[in-house]
């Protein structure tokens, strides 16, 4: 049963802590997703991947959001400081190419006091 | 600029009879697709269904179905014969093919299947 993994799936950290985000795509898809969900926004886009490189990371705030793909098999969101405001269920989706539909991770849920 | 919009924050339909969930987008791009997600209350997000815009015939999956209406920019998911466990958050997403293949969200509509 193929999945992508998330992992912690439940974070608490106090601001200015960094807090890294950790996931694991369906082994063989090349395009991974990373979405942030809050009740205010809903569902934005951070950052995607297609064969590990960077393509847009427009939604990140750059000066304390990163994102990248060690390997083919791990995806990290990191942010540093963090702030109360970054406080969200933070999703990973992986896909096949750009036109399939995407898989979601179980989400991690960050809070930030 | 894509948008997609879902009119109905939540929903109650009773167990067994079938139900339609909204929703409307806006683009300018000719190829695109659209999406539904269903989000449980333990937060995983759910792919159910699929029509790409060039698609000659409406999506079914299941007890799930889309009704695409191109014309009128409509994409509604309809489910059959509601079940308790249906009872969740719906999303609808769509993906500009232009775009290197992030989706875009609506704000969701909130189903509550009564027993």
């Known amino acids: 049963d193929a999945r992508v993994t998330q992992t912690p799936r439940h974070k608490v950290t106090e601001m200015g802590q960094e807090v890294t985000m950790r996931c694991q795509p369906i082994l063989g898809h090349n395009t991974v997703f990373w979405y942030r969900q809050t009740m205010m926004q809903g569902l934005e886009l951070l950052a995607y991947?297609?064969?590990?490189?960077?393509?847009?990371d427009s939604g990140m705030p750059k000066d304390r959001f990163s994102a990248e793909m060690p390997d083919a098999t791990l995806a990290t969101l990191k942010i540093q400081p963090s702030e109360p405001r970054d406080s969200a269920v933070y999703f990973c989706?992986?896909?096949?190419?750009?036109?399939?539909?995407?898989?979601f991770g179980p989400g991690t849920r960050l809070t930030v006091l | 600029a894509q948008k997609i919009t879902q009119t109905q924050p939540g929903m109650f339909v009773q167990e067994k009879e079938a139900v339609t969930l909204d929703c409307t987008y806006d683009t300018s791009d000719p190829s695109y697709g659209l999406f539904w997600y269903k989000q449980p209350s333990s937060g995983e997000m759910i792919f159910l269904i699929y029509?790409?815009?060039?698609?000659?015939q409406n999506a079914t999956e299941g007890r799930y179905s889309l009704n695409f209406q191109k014309a009128r920019k409509s994409a509604n998911l309809v489910i059959s014969a509601s079940q308790l466990g249906d009872s969740a958050m719906y999303f609808c997403a769509m993906r500009d093919t232009g775009s290197q293949g992030n989706l875009i969200f609506g704000k969701g509509t909130k189903l509550s299947v009564k027993p």
């Open positions: 029509q790409g815009s060039y698609d000659q």
């Open positions: 991947f297609r064969n590990r490189a960077p393509l847009d």
């Open positions: 989706a992986s896909g096949l190419g750009r036109d399939n539909e995407q898989f």
